[in-house]
């Protein structure tokens, strides 16, 4: 059998569920796979339903013919973000890397393997999101079968294209990262540009739809898709096979994403065994002196204990920091440019006075904060070294005590810079200000008991590798897609219930209301430290 | 078989994890490397396997480069962590199927030689169970039949003995005793100083990156105790 073949096999064997409730004996253990899996077949389920209501909402507006390149930019956007925050960890990096190349393996089909299983574990969200907006597409433009086979066949190549891309820019990072001695640190800080790069850029693209266009995008899917075109020509092609059956434009996607992943790999594949070394071996400086030593609480000791473990790890970091980050971004910004133009730059000058934006201000300085996965600073991320904070004469409540402290450590101190910061800008009064500074805290408090919850409920320390536990995992979703609901309906609600009732009057019940469950999730994780 | 000539490594800084080491591991010989935490030893086992990148010097197996010949190298070599990584949700039994595919063993010699080694280890009965609930010693011994399943011409081993039950232990020597009279070529890093000078007809002692000391172990010792020799040499 090929090698590469042998090594797919058994990179997708060793992560296989299937295969862990076939021969595991813990029945534990069968159970969290059959939650899973059930919690899975759930996000997916409602990702189908989301894409297929999408699909029907622009058929019925006689805009179906826009419905591939919406397929082909959704799919490549989220495999292009998805991928470039998992290359560290499972391209490069990753655990078993030292077994792996001690075996007969050309060091490029280990390189292509690792691509090509990160690329099969994903693509079930990818044809999922492709198959429903088929379903959504046939109803409007009716079933073909020619449209059908391509459609499906050209969704399999769809993600190649930008997840190599994506591939590329974090093996550039990581390269970078590897000269210098703090190499997290430093693919962190790249990784932040990259990210802010991408969002700065979501705004000129937004731009170049809205500017006298909008109404092109509602009414005429021909040039929608000529201005997807522009930007990122895949999605041409795409939509021109599935619309137009263009054997050109499928064999053209076909051949460039095999090409791009040929090129790219065999790049990445020359320096993959010196870029791995320098991540994974560092020299010892063996220069430490003896000085003072500080004693402080157990508590504090945990808490900074995860600080630790968080700044040492490039997947952490990224997760952790990029809500903080954001919403600093967001106070410079506001200060520098003024509460009111930002939000007619973010709304692209929609008839939308900031006035009444104001009682929503700490709920969008959360959402920031809370996207990132606050359960990832849970049990989870101790993974094998469990045994070391359980062998240890620290009770569970005070070792959750001391994770959730870290969390609010991380959160606090952003939310009261982002607060104030778009509070003066925004001219808000020192009372109102006072009360979303409290507002912000409280939700930041709901957010990492929460979090701990998930993260307790979820507990899993078996882990290969830590992006299982980052950014992906029963608990990372639960309380992401909580979190982000409750956010939406929160800000929502506080803007629309803000022009009907005095704003402060409904701060402090808001205040009120998330103090309570902040208390109760409190209650809830020292009741499972038990 | 195994010719590390002139390798150094170095981290980036000034200070060398190796230091311009020399030497020659012929085929029979177990050759025992040691030397304080933090000498350089996984540094030069590392780079012998393949996994560490290297500028300076030149690492032969069996003739062929380490880094122009990777693949001829790793087709000889077998290569043992000292705390090895294995797919925990793998069975003991895919797991060994997994290398045995990669060295490309037929069907009757690797079930043959599975159950030779896994009988020898007494991990027979757990071979169907998911690595994930292997105790270290057991990974360890799974590795260890990982490492023997192709009949390497060299065995590379990071400190082999530690989590391995005094069975185990004996086992394992007498299997590198084995393998070094049919002509396989052992070398090894270990801090058990009675078991090298047991087991080793040569020894090198490496100190902050450079060897301090190597040749048989009869040389090296001069009628003392391999651990009276290796205190002296440190000092």
Known sequence: MNKAIILLKNLLLSTSQFNIFRYTTDKKKKGNVIGNTIGMTILFAMLMAY??????????LGLSEATPVLCALLISALAFVFTFLKTNGYLFNFKEYDMLISLPF??????????????????????????AMLIGYSIFAGFSIATTILWLLLSLCLPLIPMVLASFLGFIIAKIGSYFKKTNIVQTILTFILIIAAFMSRFVIESVFKNGQVRDVLEQSKAATEDAAAIYLPADWFAKAVNELSVTAAMLLIIVSILLFAVVFAIVG?????????????????????????????????AFKEFRRMTGSTV???????????????????????????VSTVTQNAPIDPAILRPAIPFIIYFCLGMISTCAC????????????????ISKKTLYQGKMLFNMYLTVPFMAFATLCICISAKVSLPDMLLYLILGFVLCALSTTWGCICGIRHMRLDWENEVEVVKQGAGVGIYLFTNMITTMVLCVGSVFLGMRMDHRILAGIVIAVISLLTVLCYKLVMRLAK | ????????????????????VTLHVESGDIYGFIGHNGAGKSTTIRAVVGVLDFTEGEILIDGHSVKTEPMECKKVTAYIPDNPDLYENLTGIQYLNFIADVFDISEKERKERIAKY??????????????????????????????????????????????????????????????????????????????????????AIIKKGRIIASGTMEELTEGHSLEEAFLEAEK
């Open chain 1, 378 to 393: 849970s049990p989870s991320l101790e993974g094998k070294n469990y045994w070391i904070v359980q062998s240890l004469p």
């Open chain 2, 118 to 203: 896994a009988g020898t280890f007494e991990i027979t009965d757990s071979l169907g169970d998911l690595i994930s609930s292997y105790s270290h010693g057991m990974k360890q011994k799974l590795a260890i039949i990982s490492a023997l399943i192709h009949e390497p011409k060299l065995m590379v081993l990071d400190e082999p003995f530690v989590g391995l039950d005094p069975k185990a232990t004996f086992a394992l020597k007498e299997i590198m005793h084995e393998m070094c009279a049919k002509g396989t070529a052992i070398f090894f890093s270990t801090h058990v100083l009675d078991v090298a000078e047991k087991l080793c007809n040569k020894v």
């Open chain 1, 316 to 342: 952490y970091l990224t997760n952790a920091g990029v809500g903080e980050i954001l919403v600093s971004l967001l106070a410079v910004l506001s200060l520098v440019f003024g509460f009111d133009r930002l």
């Open chain 1, 51 to 60: 894409c297929i209501a999408q699909c029907i909402g622009y058929g019925k």
């Open chain 2, 1 to 20: 078989m195994l010719k590390i000539n002139n390798y150094s490594k170095s981290y980036g800084g000034d200070k060398k994890a190796a230091d311009n």
């Open chain 1, 270 to 302: 020359r320096y993959y065994r010196s870029l791995n070394s320098a991540l994974r071996s560092h020299a010892a400086s063996g220069e430490y002196t003896m000085g003072a030593q500080k004693k402080s609480s157990v508590v504090n000791a945990i």
């Open chain 1, 106 to 131: 050309d060091i490029k089909t280990v390189a292509a393997c690792k691509f090509l299983y990160m690329y099969i574990k994903s693509l079930p969200w990818y044809l999922s999101i492709s198959v």
